[in-house]
T-cell receptor
C-alpha cells in the first residue's frame, strides 16, 4: 500500500531536549516536505527536498533541520525545541504530476 | 507574487444542501490547483486536481471544482451535503510541477453539516 509513515504520532518533551520526527515513503517520490499546522494559520511549509541531498527552506525553517540521505526518508530534527514549536506536523511526498501524499501527522508538545 | 485565498474560514450547511467553498488565486503563470480534505485527527487527502486538461474537474465523494481563468477562481462544490463531509478543506496552488519546489496553501475552510 502506498503510504507516508511518520513517527512518533504523539510526543511530549521539554525545552531543549533534541528530538527527531521520522518520515518514510514507499512510492519512490523525489520530492518530500514538512509542514506544521497551527489553528488559524493553516499549513506552513518548514523544509522541502527536491531529491536526495537537495534540501531547501520553506516559509518557517527557524529552529528545524532536515536531511535527505536516501530517497525514502526525510527526518525532521529539532535540535533545541522550544514551546513555540508545539504544533501538529505533517510530512508529505509528491508525485511527478503534483499530488501530495500526507502522513497521518505528529502532534508535538514542548513544555 | 503568487497567493491563494479561501473565503470563509467556517462554512455551515444543512444536510442535503449545496456545498460551495471558495478559492481564489493570483498568478502570472498558469497554475496547477488542488483541493485537499482533512478529516478530524487525520492527514490531508487529495479530493481533486486541475492541471489544464479540463476546466471542470470531478473528484472523490461527489465533489467537483471549476477552473475559471477570468475570475482566477477554483471553487469547490457538491450538490448535496452529507454528514460525512464535515471536515476542513484546503485549496493548494503550485505553478510548476517538477521544477518548482514550493506550494502555496490556503488557510483552510472548516465545513460543518447540520442534520
Amino acid at each position: 500500500e502506498a503510504q507516508v509513515t511518520q513517527n512518533p504520532r504523539y510526543l511530549i518533551t521539554v525545552t531543549g531536549k533534541k528530538l527527531t520526527v521520522t518520515c518514510s515513503q514507499n512510492m519512490n517520490h523525489e520530492y518530500m516536505s514538512w509542514y506544521r499546522q497551527d489553528p488559524g494559520l493553516g499549513l506552513r511549509q518548514i523544509y522541502y527536498s527536491m531529491n536526495v541531498e537537495v534540501t531547501d527552506k520553506g516559509d518557517v525553517p527557524e529552529g528545524y533541520k532536515v536531511s535527505r540521505k536516501e530517497k525514502r526518508n526525510f527526518p525532521l530534527i529539532l535540535e533545541s525545541p522550544s514551546p513555540n514549536q508545539t504544533s501538529l506536523y505533517f510530512c508529505a511526498s509528491r508525485k511527478d504530476t503534483g499530488e501530495l501524499f500526507f502522513g497521518e501527522g505528529s502532534r508535538l508538545t514542548v513544555l | 507574487a503568487q497567493s491563494v485565498t479561501q473565503l470563509g474560514s467556517h462554512v455551515s450547511v444543512s444536510e442535503g444542501a449545496l456545498v460551495l467553498l471558495r478559492c481564489n488565486y493570483s498568478s502570472s503563470v498558469p497554475p496547477y490547483l488542488f483541493w485537499y480534505v482533512q478529516y478530524p485527527n487525520q492527514g490531508l487527502q487529495l479530493l481533486l486536481k486541475y492541471t489544464s486538461a479540463a476546466t471542470l474537474v470531478k473528484g472523490i465523494n461527489g465533489f467537483e471544482a471549476e477552473f475559471k481563468k477570468s475570475e482566477t477562481s477554483f471553487h469547490l462544490t457538491k450538490p448535496s451535503a452529507h454528514m460525512s463531509d464535515a471536515a476542513e478543506y484546503f485549496c493548494v496552488v503550485t505553478f510548476w510541477v517538477r521544477s518548482q519546489g514550493n506550494l502555496i496553501f490556503g488557510k483552510g475552510t472548516k465545513l460543518s453539516v447540520k442534520p
